[in-house]
């Protein structure tokens, strides 16, 4: 079964403490692996796009990173703003997006 | 320039009755999405429109759910005799890349709709 899983479920940080978000997925036929953040009350924004195993990419504290399992997302020296949901996404075969259910990030200054 | 707008931003409607949902993409971007997105889970992929076509209606949970996009422009889901398990916040995302592997897509705020 193709499926998306993310974890933690949530995740609560002191502000500077360096961390991981996983996503490991079940989807054949990779053609695309997403990260965004969600805000409560608001649309996902976008963040990540990583196609093939061993890409990565980086924006100001995150860094996401893919293998043929599984995505990270490491946030580094984390700020309060950095709170959010952290979504991941995968692209299949036959135009699917399954997304995870996301981790809730909590940053305490 | 404006991001994508959803209207009505809430829709409460009794069991039953039709509702209709619109988005109005950035303008220029080819790609429209529809998602829904149930309380507390993960984003639920609906439909999917390169121009005004949507080449693949299969993600659509039930005949009740059907979604049409004009003018390269507003796409609107409709949702026949809502039901209960209908409730969620229905999200729209447009992007200006024509194919579904292309990175970026911009959401907008979402319908919640709840269903009584």
């Known amino acids: 079964e193709d499926q998306v899983t993310q974890s933690p479920e949530a995740l609560r940080l002191q502000e500077g403490e360096s961390s991981s978000l996983n996503c490991s997925y079940t989807?054949?036929?990779?053609?695309?692996l997403f990260w965004y953040r969600q805000d409560p009350g608001k649309g996902p924004e976008f963040l990540f796009t990583?196609?093939?195993a061993g890409e990565e990419k980086e924006k100001e504290r995150l860094k996401a990173t893919l293998t043929k399992k599984e995505s990270f997302l490491h946030i580094t020296a984390p700020k309060p703003e950095d709170s959010a949901t952290y979504l991941c996404?995968?692209?299949?075969?036959?135009?699917?997006?399954?997304f995870g259910s996301g981790t809730k990030l909590n940053v305490k200054p | 320039g404006a991001g994508v707008s959803q209207s009505p931003s809430n829709k409460v409607t009794e069991k039953g009755k039709d509702v209709e949902l619109r988005c109005d993409p950035i303008?220029?971007?080819?790609?429209l999405y529809w998602y829904r997105q149930r309380l507390g889970q993960g984003l639920e992929f609906l439909i999917y429109?390169?121009?005004?076509?949507?080449?693949?209606k299969s993600g659509l949970p039930s005949d009740r759910f059907s979604a049409e996009r004009t003018g390269e422009s507003v796409s609107t889901l409709t949702i026949q005799r809502t039901q209960q398990e209908d409730s969620a916040v229905y999200l729209c995302?447009?992007?200006?890349?024509?194919?579904?592997?292309?990175?970026?897509?911009?959401f907008g705020p979402g319908t919640r709709l709840t269903v009584l």
């Open positions: 995302a447009s992007s200006p890349h024509p194919g579904l592997a292309s990175s970026e897509q911009f």
């Open positions: 989807v054949s036929g990779l053609r695309g």
């Open positions: 990583l196609y093939s």
């Open positions: 996404a995968v692209l299949g075969n036959f135009n699917k997006f399954y």
């Open positions: 303008s220029g971007h080819t790609a």
């Open positions: 429109f390169q121009g005004n076509s949507a080449p693949d």
